[in-house]
């Protein structure tokens, strides 16, 4: 493909994700879901009062939370699915890597013995990463639970609007489209707005319970300790730091980095015990991964007959397997610049499941 067809592709891609963003916006204003659910799950609670440019909330009491954290065991679907996504990555299937394919394109590992035992450490890494991630949205959640007021519906459909943010720029960034993306993760046109809804009102009250947490304890953020809360270089956080300041936006930078803070605080403290899954949970966990690898293998199938059709061979050594190493790095990179251009966003959500990789979906 040209670079002008490439070029064509692209523009043609993000017309059609904001043409579906729009799409999933205007669905929302045409109904009352969250009006709704306003009246039925918080109308024990009262206005928040809004002081300045903020909204005021305090929280029912400030004590330790404490909260279970359920932590799957890894298995051999697990490793099995990483193996598979790996060769997806590498432009091959998992059927076609054997002891010659690794010893040409991976350095270090030279059987397919060797691969699956890095692939179940990595697997054990990724497993533990989330336990980490589902204890700070466990915390943060139950930390929600005591909030005393009610979060507007204005400041909702802000965080509505980061999270489709997030998830469109995902979509371009795998360059699909957003319905594929959406398809992928198992939304559907008829849950979406459900599913948006839900996970804006969660992150909003989150983000509130915070807030309250941080005005009660006093916390303060001194210009220096930026960098650290927001994980960025120094070089980097003074920009941010400064394009703050010109645009008016420090006093919500310094609130973010309160909120930062204070969710550390809140899980330092924090009662935590750890649970491995149910029987059940787990069959539930290996029906979505075996899910997975299905679309996986059905993606590269698609690709082998579009290829056929085009009259390119697709075989796994040659010119593609050289690619290899190069396709897997390039995923690499994009990993890290979409995480990089959504943290703003996605850090407000608290959702393991939005930002997962198979094995931390499950």
Request: net charge negative.
């Given at each position: ?120 450490v990595e697997a054990e890494r990724l497993n533990a ?66 599913v948006l809804d839900d996970r804006a009102a969660q ?87 075996k899910q997975m690898l299905q679309q996986i293998r ?65």
């Amino acid at each position: 493909m040209s670079d002008k067809e490439s070029k064509k592709n692209e523009e043609t891609a993000e017309k059609t994700n904001a043409e579906a963003a729009d799409k999933i916006s205007e669905n929302t204003l045409n109904d009352k879901r969250l009006e709704e659910r306003e009246k039925s799950e918080l109308n024990n609670k009262h206005d928040a009062l809004k002081v300045g440019d903020y909204y005021h909330y305090t929280l029912s009491n400030y004590d330790p939370v404490s909260v279970t954290v359920h932590v799957p065991s890894v298995g051999d679907l697990d490793v099995e699915f990483m193996m598979e996504n790996f060769a997806h990555m590498h432009n091959s299937t998992l059927a076609k890597i054997d002891d010659a394919w690794l010893q040409k394109n991976l350095k270090g590992i030279s059987t397919v013995d060797d691969f699956k035992k890095v692939m179940r450490v990595e697997a054990e890494r990724l497993n533990a990463q989330y336990a980490e991630e589902q204890k700070t949205a466990a915390v943060v959640s139950e930390l929600a639970r005591r909030l005393e007021q009610r979060v507007p519906l204005e400041e909702i459909a802000k965080y509505r609007e980061q999270i489709l943010h997030a998830m469109q720029f995902d979509a371009q960034r795998q360059g699909t489209t957003l319905e594929q993306f959406l398809a992928q993760m198992g939304f559907s046109e008829v849950n979406l707005d459900a599913v948006l809804d839900d996970r804006a009102a969660q992150a909003a009250g989150q983000d509130a319970a915070l807030s309250a947490y941080a005005n009660h304890k006093k916390l303060k953020v001194p210009e220096e300790e930026i960098p650290t809360l927001l994980q960025l270089p120094p070089e980097q956080a003074t920009e941010v730091i400064e394009q703050a300041r010109k645009t008016g936006q420090m006093g919500a930078l310094e609130r973010d980095c309160k909120n930062i803070k204070a969710a550390q605080l809140v899980v330092g403290e924090a009662d935590v015990t750890y649970s491995h899954d149910t029987p059940e949970q787990t069959k539930q966990r290996e029906e979505q991964l075996k899910q997975m690898l299905q679309q996986i293998r059905m993606m590269d199938g698609a690709t082998v007959v579009e290829g056929g059709k085009d009259g390119h061979d697709h075989k796994a050594g040659g010119e593609n397997a050289g690619a290899g190493e190069h396709a897997g790095a390039k995923a690499g990179a994009d990993a890290k610049e979409t995480k990089e251009a959504k943290d703003a966003a996605s850090k407000k959500t608290s959702d393991g499941d939005d930002k997962n990789s198979g094995f931390k979906i499950v």
